[in-house]
């Protein structure tokens, strides 16, 4: 849609008398061929048939025009836009940042947040973070990077291969799964979850909602890893400066 001379050109077909030739080639209700006939006797038909004359190719020669009822095609073609943008699946890059000489608990958690996401069909990018004497030990981060692609080999793969970027080295896991079929696993299970909790009205439904939204982005995971990785680069900064020192 845009404006010429302060006016709209609407991008909708042209409909019975707003059609404005001496002929068309029309098709039936049903997509049979009728022919190429006169403007008027097309109208004449539609309002037989009770149905809409529909410009639905208009650069042919003649014009190629349908008999069907618009208002339920508009109709319809909406619902089919709609169901599409809704199994629409958006490719999400998910971010954890580790250092080198991270702990056994600290690496548990944040390789937890990193299942977590592959499950969910999602590509993570894995950042090395080095300070100080660190960055004369790339080493370690390489070795870091293929001890967690090898953890989670099951559910992903090394999309990009460790490289270094400054102060930091990053490698790029890519799902095995794809995420539309994450989110279709995810549907399944909630309503499975449903089903359950209908049957035992005792149990709460926050359960049986929870996955579905984390599959489809609705959760803050990947924020409240961060957190976690901010607190934990905090509570290392002042032995790090001791040990410098």
Not at 25 to 53: F, H, M, N, W
Not at 54 to 79: H, I, Q
Not at 172 to 189: I, Q, S
Request: with cysteine.
């Amino acid at each position: 849609m845009w404006c010429y001379r302060g006016g709209s050109i609407s991008t909708e077909p042209r409909i019975n008398d707003r059609i404005r030739v001496p002929e068309v080639r029309l098709v039936g209700p049903s997509g049979e061929q009728v022919g190429i006939v006169p403007l008027a006797k097309a109208l004449e038909l539609a309002q037989e048939y009770d149905l809409d004359l529909v410009e639905v190719a208009a650069s042919a020669r003649p014009p190629v025009c349908k008999l069907m009822d618009y208002g339920k095609f508009k109709y319809e073609s909406a619902m089919k836009a709609r169901e599409a943008r809704k199994n629409q699946a958006h490719t999400v890059i998910k971010e954890m940042k580790l250092r080198p000489k991270i702990d056994p608990h600290d690496y548990d958690t944040k390789k937890g947040h990193v299942v977590r996401f592959l499950k969910q069909g999602d590509k993570v990018k894995i950042t090395i973070m080095f300070r100080g004497r660190e960055q004369s030990r790339p080493e370690l981060g390489y070795r870091l990077l293929q001890r967690l692609a090898s953890d989670v080999e099951d559910l992903g793969f090394v999309e990009s291969n460790p490289k270094q970027d400054g102060r930091n080295m990053i490698m790029v896991l890519g799902p095995h799964k794809k995420k539309t079929e994450a989110m279709a696993e995810a549907r399944e299970a909630q309503a499975a979850r449903k089903a359950e909790a209908k049957a035992n009205p005792g149990r709460s439904q926050n359960a049986a909602d929870g996955e579905i939204d984390d599959i489809e982005g609705e959760t803050t995971e990947g924020e409240i890893a961060e957190g976690e990785i901010t607190e934990a680069e905090t509570a290392e900064a002042p032995a790090e400066a001791s040990a410098e020192a």
